[in-house]
């Protein structure tokens, strides 16, 4: 089974930038379907972006389209995300995760978080 290992997290200001990195233990492309989702504390894990198991489609949630941009550098069996703009609520463990055939969204494989604090 694959495993996913992010990175990327840390502390930033508001307005500021960071770019979440998740590095699979094998091939991704055309295999698995992506995603990043997020727990803040005391809330319950919500979805960020996804981006499907051939690349060409990306999908985010409401609060973050044009803040959050998810990619793959397929070479390298990595998943980004670029976080712009960040807020004080954006302050949570992001995880990335893999969706295997039939890629109905149900996330089969999960990495170990990463640690995004925003302060204002």
């Known amino acids: 089974q694959v495993q996913l290992v992010e990175s990327g997290g840390g502390l930033v200001q508001a307005g500021g930038s960071l770019r979440l990195s998740c590095a699979a233990s094998?091939?991704?492309?055309?295999?698995?379907?992506m995603g990043w989702f997020r727990q803040a504390p005391g809330k319950e894990r919500e979805f960020v972006a996804s981006?499907?198991?051939?690349?060409?489609?990306?999908k985010y949630a409401d609060s973050m389209k044009g803040r959050f941009s998810i990619s793959g550098d397929y070479a390298k069996n990595t998943v980004f995300l670029q976080m712009n703009n960040l807020r004080p609520e954006d302050t949570a463990v992001y995880y990335c995760?893999?969706?295997?055939?039939?890629?109905?969204?149900?996330?089969?494989?999960w990495g170990q978080g990463t640690r995004v604090t925003v302060s204002s």
């Open positions: 995760a893999a969706d295997a055939p039939p890629y109905k969204g149900d996330y089969d494989y």
């Open positions: 094998e091939r991704i492309f055309r295999r698995y379907g």
């Open positions: 981006i499907n198991w051939t690349g060409d489609y990306t």
